[in-house]
């Protein structure tokens, strides 16, 4: 069993980016969990078998991330992911988090692997159903305790949505030590806060492949 | 409101496990931080009343978020602390008459009680300053095993003519606090000191 070491929950509020404030503040967040790392100071073929221990991890943060946000599950619009390797560790740790974490992030937002809500369940008057259909974007680094990371977030639906291509920057003073792995979820429920570059709006999906 | 406000950041700290110990229950620190603008940036000014205002609302404010982050009633908070980065067209007064006047009024009525002081930092600093916010705890000074510290910082500010204000309440001391002193099941709870 994988223990979570410390539980970290940032969220923010953005009213404005010095242009005129919206009609509610951009409200993102991010969930941290810093473990051990078990392969910490050596090379270990086999590392595979963690991905599977590392789900209900990942179920933990995308709940209490969907929780301290306080839009309901329906409510999240962008997504995306990331990883931090303490310096004992290797890159390769860090893409562990891939599978746990992405796949229970889109579960908890209504993903279905048989496809019963993503087929059709999406239509231009519905925008976020909340089936979670598009990849998540994820970073990942090796670095000291205090580390930040830029975690990219992109709609849930459709990769292509201009107005929700963002990213937050996450830290967790004091993480990873050398010995440890901090893994991240991010969440955004709107669009940055002045977009105006066009290109694919939320309201504009339609083939609901995850893309557009 | 009487700050004008780009962004609030809230964090949760929760330490479950501390040299492979277990910490019961976990140690669950909240920082709360506002990003205002800085209405004396780049000129001096004799009276600094509206920063007083200022800190005024948002010690109750921003207080009121670590609570409702820590999940916990208002009487439920053991320590607590507040700081000030100044964006670099302030000056480190700007900080002084946001935090020391009349914030702690309405940050104690949001975790009622608070009869000791406010611990509290101040700094001129510019985009992702950190700043360690010292923890104390909130009726009786000398609890040794609330004496802490929580990072306080954003990413993207203060912008020069901005103020970054922190608030930090908490739900615990230090995981493992094993260095002796006052212990929190001995205060009286009414000097502010013991």
């Known amino acids: 069993m994988i223990q979570i070491r410390r539980l970290f929950i940032h969220v923010e509020d953005i009213v404005h980016d010095f242009g005129p404030p919206g009609p509610k503040p951009l409200r993102r967040g991010a969930a941290a969990a810093v473990i051990q790392n078990p392969f910490a100071g050596r090379f270990e073929p086999n590392i ?5 221990m590392l789900k ?35 890159l390769e740790h860090g893409a562990l988090w891939h ?15 048989d496809g019963r809500v993503a087929a059709g369940a999406g239509s231009p008057s519905s925008a976020v159903p909340g089936n979670a259909l598009a990849i998540v974007p994820s970073t990942k680094k090796v670095g000291p305790p205090g580390a930040a990371i830029d975690v990219p977030l992109t709609h849930i639906n459709a990769s292509y949505v201009r107005d929700h291509f963002d990213a937050i920057e996450v830290r967790v003073p004091g993480a990873p030590a050398a010995g440890e792995l901090v893994f991240i979820l991010a969440m955004s429920a709107g669009p940055r806060v002045h977009a105006r570059l066009g290109g694919l709006r939320s309201s504009q999906i339609e083939r609901w492949d995850g893309q557009r | 409101m009487i700050a004008a406000i780009r962004k609030f950041v809230v964090q949760l700290d929760e330490i479950r496990l501390e040299m492979g110990r277990a910490v019961e229950p976990p140690t669950r620190r909240a920082v709360a931080m506002a990003v205002i603008a800085n209405p004396f940036a780049g000129r001096y000014s004799e009276d600094l009343a509206e920063l007083t205002a200022i800190g005024e609302e948002l010690g109750g404010l921003l207080a009121a978020k670590c609570v409702a982050a820590l999940g916990i009633q208002p009487h439920e908070a053991q320590s607590y602390g507040k700081a000030a980065i100044v964006g670099e067209a302030g000056e480190l007064e700007h900080a002084a008459a946001i935090l020391h006047p009349k914030m702690g009024v309405s940050l104690r009525r949001a975790v009622l009680k608070g009869a000791a002081l406010v611990p509290s930092a101040k700094k001129l600093g510019g985009l992702g300053t ?15 095993s609330h004496f802490d510290a929580i990072e306080a910082r954003v990413s993207d500010a203060p912008r020069a003519a901005e103020i970054v204000v922190a608030v930090a309440v908490t739900a615990s001391g230090r995981p493992l606090a094993r260095v002796g002193g006052l212990r929190m099941d001995e205060i009286k709870g009414e000097d502010g000191l013991r």
């Open chain 2, 130 to 144: 950190a700043i360690d916010v010292p923890l104390g705890h909130k009726d009786a000074a000398f609890v040794r």
């Open chain 1, 48 to 52: 595979a078998p963690l991905m599977d």
């Open chain 1, 99 to 113: 599978v746990p974490g992405g796949y229970a992030m889109r579960e908890t937002l209504g993903w279905k692997e």
């Open chain 1, 56 to 90: 209900p991890l990942g179920l933990e943060l995308a709940q209490r991330l969907v929780a301290a946000l306080g839009v309901g599950a329906a409510g999240i619009q962008g997504y995306g992911k990331a990883a931090i390797v303490g310096a004992d560790g290797e």
